[in-house]
């Protein structure tokens, strides 16, 4: 199982009645390439990749939200696991999410083992510092 902490960088949380999380993926489409920009009103305005603009009706054919903060689509599981529906790339998607999942999971494992191997040497160092000393009546 993935932390939470970890899957919250990816989205918002949510839970349904019998406890089980879902991560929805904010601004997805920038994973696959694409730079999206939407209206004041939250509309989609343009779509844009490898410097190409893309026609509102082919980014709804991809699966691009049309509105701002409609990431509904697209989901990670506890176990780091991306749920995708109604996308046309969405195996490519699936492969680069969970990579990031897993990268960002072994990069907090790193950081807790250092961060304990750290505590423990201060302790043994701490330890050593201190001379014993004897009270002589």
Known sequence: MVSRKILRQFGNAWEDSRGNFRFYVNDWPKY????????????????VKNGETISNYKATKL???QHR??????????????????????????????????????????????KIEKRAQSKSTTKAAKPKTRTVT
């Open 32 to 47: 696959l390439g694409y730079s999206v920009r939407y209206y004041n009103s939250g509309n989609l305005m343009v779509v």
């Open 63 to 65: 699966g691009i939200p």
């Open 69 to 114: 903060g409609s990431s509904g689509k697209v989901w990670l599981d506890e176990e780091g696991k991306a749920h995708i529906r109604d996308i046309a790339e969405a195996e490519k998607l699936k492969r680069i999410l969970e990579a990031k999942v897993r990268a960002a999971s072994r990069l907090e494992e790193n950081y807790t083992k250092r």
